[in-house]
């Protein structure tokens, strides 16, 4: 039975990227985000307008996608409520957010160097996408829309089935954050039929593991 409901957060549950950028200094920000959506080898990234990270994509064009696996919520939670706008926006200051310009030190994460864009990695992040800023559009009045295009990517090897380019999605378990709350599951919980129609190579892996088992 369905109730009607006034939804006040559409919030279901989306990985949690931090995104690598370069503040108008030199120095280097990270920013905690889940509002994200891939096709293809693009990106659609949603922040709020206000952000040092939003001014940094429209200014230099370029960042890095961090995907953050399950175990790294400590480190997540220690950039939650750090903001690198100083002055800290007033609707942040009201949530007790507070402004911090070392976001890589206070979150204990370790900054790398890209290949193809000033922007840095985190090196203790499985998986890092160099992308450029194609679009940007104004969403929702307070928020901008970016269209990012990935450039390189950077995999944990042991997170790439061998012989292919694809991504083994039982051994890659990111963390999911579903109404501000954090989640990493890990675990098949039922088979996928389109999995089976693309012939993806997972399928082959399990079975390899299965009989070896």
């Given at each position: 039975?369905?109730?009607?409901?006034?939804?006040?957060?559409?919030?279901?549950?989306?990985?949690v990227v931090l995104i690598g950028s370069r503040n108008p200094d030199g120095s280097a920000n990270l920013a905690?985000?889940?509002?994200?959506?891939?096709?293809?080898?693009?990106?659609?990234?949603?922040?709020?307008?206000?952000?040092?990270?939003?001014?940094?994509?429209?200014?230099?064009?370029?960042?890095?996608?961090?995907?953050?696996?399950?175990?790294?919520?400590?480190?997540?939670?220690?950039?939650?409520?750090?903001?690198?706008?100083?002055?800290?926006?007033?609707?942040?200051?009201?949530?007790?957010?507070?402004?911090?310009?070392?976001?890589?030190?206070?979150?204990?994460?370790?900054?790398?160097?890209?290949?193809?864009v000033q922007a840095p990695r985190v090196a203790e992040c499985p998986i890092?996408?160099?992308?450029?800023?194609?679009?940007?559009?104004?969403?929702?009045?307070?928020?901008?829309?970016?269209?990012?295009?990935?450039?390189?990517?950077?995999?944990?090897?042991?997170?790439?089935?061998?012989?292919?380019?694809?991504?083994?999605?039982?051994?890659?378990?990111?963390?999911?954050?579903?109404?501000?709350?954090?989640?990493?599951?890990?675990?098949?919980?039922?088979?996928?039929?389109?999995?089976?129609?693309?012939?993806?190579?997972?399928?082959?892996?399990?079975?390899?593991?299965?009989?070896?088992?």
């Amino acid at each position: 039975m369905h109730v009607r409901a006034d939804l006040k957060v559409l919030y279901f549950g989306t990985p949690v990227v931090l995104i690598g950028s370069r503040n108008p200094d030199g120095s280097a920000n990270l920013a905690p985000m889940s509002s994200a959506w891939w096709l293809g080898q693009s990106c659609m990234l949603g922040m709020g307008s206000r952000s040092r990270t939003t001014a940094n994509l429209l200014r230099e064009r370029e960042c890095v996608l961090n995907l953050v696996a399950s175990d790294m919520a400590a480190a997540v939670d220690r950039l939650a409520p750090l903001t690198g706008s100083d002055p800290v926006p007033e609707g942040k200051l009201a949530k007790g957010y507070r402004f911090e310009a070392d976001k890589f030190g206070a979150a204990g994460l370790t900054e790398q160097e890209s290949e193809l864009v000033q922007a840095p990695r985190v090196a203790e992040c499985p998986i890092q996408l160099e992308c450029v800023v194609e679009e940007a559009h104004v969403f929702g009045g307070t928020a901008t829309a970016f269209e990012v295009r990935v450039v390189r990517a950077h995999v944990e090897e042991r997170l790439v089935i061998p012989g292919t380019d694809y991504i083994d999605p039982v051994a890659w378990d990111p963390l999911i954050m579903k109404f501000c709350e954090y989640f990493g599951e890990g675990a098949n919980v039922a088979p996928s039929s389109l999995a089976s129609a693309w012939r993806m190579p997972h399928q082959r892996l399990r079975e390899e593991r299965a009989s070896v088992s």
